[in-house]
C-alpha cells in the first residue's frame, strides 16, 4: 500500500513504518496518525512479520510533536469525540506484536508519547525528549500524563511536564524512559539486534506477556497473578510450548509457529 505520510519497509522479520515528513521535522498530523492505523492493520495480518519498529526519516527527528497547525483549530468537542492520537496510541501499545520505538532525534510531544507507548525505546546519542505542551496551555493528550509517570515515577514526571524540560537521551536511560543509548550509525544494528532476540521466542509468548504486564500493572496484584496464570494454562496447551521445550532438550534451536 501506498502512503503519503510514512513509508512502511519489510527487512526479513521487521516491518519499519517510517514517519516521512521531513520538511516538518516529522510533525504528526491527523493523516499520519490514521496512516499508523493503516499500517498496523495491515501488518497484523502478514505472519511473516515479527516485530515492528517506529522511527522517523532523516537523523534529526524521530517525531517533533503534533501539528500545530491542526491543533490551533481543534475544538473541545472534537478533542472529546474524535478518534485521534490518544486511541491509535492505545492501540499500539495492546498490539499483539511487539513494537521498539528507534529514537533518531527529537521525540518530543506527540513523538515522546508515541515512542512511551511503544514496548521497547532505544535512541541514538543524539536524540531529546520531552514533553513541552505545557508552553501551548494545553497538556500531554496521547497517553503522555499516564505513561510517563508509569515509566519514570510521578515526580520525575512532573518535573519534565510542568517545566518542559527536554532531556538527552542519557538522562532518559537514567530515568528509565528509554533502555538503551548508542551512537547513531548503531542506531538501526542495535534495534534490530534486540528485534532478533524477541523474534526468537515463541509469539504466542510474546504476546501473552505484554498482555499480563500492560493489563496487570493496571489491576491489584492478586488480579495480576490471576491473569497470569490463565495466561500460562493457556501457553501450556500449545504447539509452540511443545516444540520450545524439546528442542531445549534435544539442544536445538526452536521452530515456532504461533500455534
Do not use: W
Request: proline share 3%; aromatic share 6%.
Amino acid at each position: 500500500m501506498i502512503y503519503k505520510n510514512i513509508l512502511v519497509k519489510r527487512n526479513s522479520q521487521i516491518a519499519y513504518i517510517i514517519i516521512n515528513r521531513q520538511e516538518v521535522r516529522n510533525a504528526l498530523n491527523s493523516e499520519t496518525v490514521n496512516e499508523f492505523q493503516t499500517a498496523l492493520n495491515e501488518l497484523e495480518l502478514d505472519e511473516s512479520i515479527r516485530c515492528i519498529v517506529f522511527t522517523g526519516a532523516g537523523e534529526k527527528s524521530f517525531a517533533s510533536g503534533a501539528d500545530i497547525s491542526q491543533l490551533k483549530d481543534r475544538t473541545a468537542l472534537e478533542t472529546l469525540r474524535k478518534k485521534g492520537m490518544q486511541q491509535v496510541y492505545e492501540y499500539i501499545e495492546s498490539y499483539p506484536k511487539p513494537t521498539i520505538a528507534m529514537i533518531n532525534g527529537y521525540a518530543l510531544g506527540g513523538g515522546c508519547e508515541l515512542a512511551m507507548a511503544c514496548d521497547i525505546r532505544i535512541a541514538s546519542t543524539n536524540a531529546k525528549m520531552g514533553l513541552p505542551e505545557l508552553n501551548l496551555s494545553i497538556i500531554p493528550g496521547a497517553g503522555g500524563t499516564q505513561r510517563l509517570a508509569r515509566l519514570v515515577g510521578k515526580g520525575k514526571a512532573l518535573e519534565m511536564i510542568l517545566t518542559g524540560k527536554i532531556i538527552s537521551a542519557e538522562e532518559a536511560k537514567m530515568c528509565g524512559l528509554v533502555s538503551e543509548v548508542v551512537l547513531p550509525n548503531k542506531l538501526q544494528e542495535k534495534t534490530e539486534e534486540i528485534a532478533e532476540f524477541i523474534i526468537n521466542k515463541g509469539p504466542l509468548a510474546v504476546q501473552l506477556a505484554k498482555l499480563s504486564i500492560n493489563i496487570g500493572t493496571e489491576t491489584d496484584l492478586k488480579t495480576g497473578l490471576m491473569l497470569e496464570k490463565l495466561a500460562q494454562a493457556f501457553l501450556m496447551s500449545t504447539e509452540d510450548k511443545k516444540e520450545g521445550t524439546l528442542a531445549f532438550l534435544e539442544k536445538r534451536k526452536p521452530k515456532f509457529h504461533g500455534k
